[in-house]
């Protein structure tokens, strides 16, 4: 297992934020690349602004690891479990899950020891309200 916090820690990374993102509240700070013949920001010039490359990425060794130092598997029913190996894996419940099949993955994960990262149950079981017991003749001339 590796420490994945720790590594991602290390790695300073700057904001990248679209070009003149500050004059127009409409634009918004979400990053596009710009396009412009004459731009600063894409001619890389100093105090402009950073630019997104490949060496910003993180190490190939954490990559697609959860930060709790697992790799993260998706799962749509309770079959695939079976091929979850709980010392390197963890599971997240696909969202496409409906109440009773979610609830019997988390039972059987609970039994094999599997971390879920999304075990909050989205429906609880259903109550069934008791039926009031029918009243009898006796009872309704008193």
Wanted: glycine share 6%; proline share 8%; with cysteine.
């Amino acid at each position: 297992m590796i420490k994945v916090s720790v590594i991602r820690r290390r790695i300073k990374r700057p904001e990248f934020k679209r070009q003149a993102w500050y004059t127009y509240k409409r634009l918004g700070v979400a990053w596009r690349a710009p396009k412009g013949n004459q731009s600063k920001l894409r001619m890389h010039l100093k105090g402009k602004g950073f630019l997104p490359s490949p060496g910003y990425g993180s190490p190939n060794t954490i990559k697609g690891i959860h930060p709790c130092g697992l790799q993260e598997v998706l799962v749509s029913n309770v079959a695939q479990l079976a091929t979850v190996s709980p010392e390197r894996q963890c599971v997240r419940i696909a969202s496409t899950l409906g109440r009773r099949k979610r609830n019997e993955v988390i039972e059987k994960a609970a039994a094999a020891k599997i971390r879920i990262l999304n075990p909050v149950k989205k429906y609880p079981e259903k109550k069934v309200k008791p039926e009031p017991a029918p009243e009898t003749k006796e009872e309704e001339k008193s």
